[in-house]
């Protein structure tokens, strides 16, 4: 059974640097791509970056190109965000998933598993 765990989320002031993790277990395969998405109170789920298991593509949505970096430890099964220059707009709870197949989407329906989620407050 595949399982993903976030964490790292926490409380910054705006222009402070948070980094997620992603853990994930119950798989060996490096046919896959995790996405980092999140959700803001009263707002829809949106997608931020994800990462193809098998060659590092990328990919990062204009809110958060420059600032953030995604990047994976295949010996640790861990996805990493790395958050720089947060802003107020980041606040929301961050979730990481799990899709089959290597290329990546930035679509949460092409993704099958999913976090648990983790809280990420930026105040100004």
């Known amino acids: 059974e595949v399982q993903l765990q976030a964490s790292g989320g926490g409380s910054v002031q705006t222009g402070g640097s948070l980094r997620l993790s992603c853990t994930a277990s119950?798989?060996?395969?490096?046919?896959?791509?995790i996405g980092w998405f999140r959700q803001a109170p009263g707002k829809e789920r949106e997608g931020v970056s994800c990462?193809?298991?098998?060659?590092?593509?990328?990919y990062y949505s204009d809110s958060v190109k420059g600032r953030f970096t995604i990047s994976k430890d295949s010996a640790k099964n861990t996805v990493y965000l790395q958050m720089n220059s947060l802003k107020p707009e980041d606040t929301a709870i961050y979730y990481c998933?799990?899709?089959?197949?290597?290329?990546?989407?930035?679509?949460?329906?092409?993704?099958?598993?999913w976090g648990q989620g983790t809280l990420v407050t930026v105040s100004s």
């Open positions: 998933a799990l899709r089959w197949g290597s290329t990546i989407y930035m679509s949460a329906e092409q993704y099958n598993n």
């Open positions: 990462i193809s298991g098998l060659d590092d593509t990328t």
């Open positions: 119950g798989f060996t395969s490096d046919n896959y791509a």
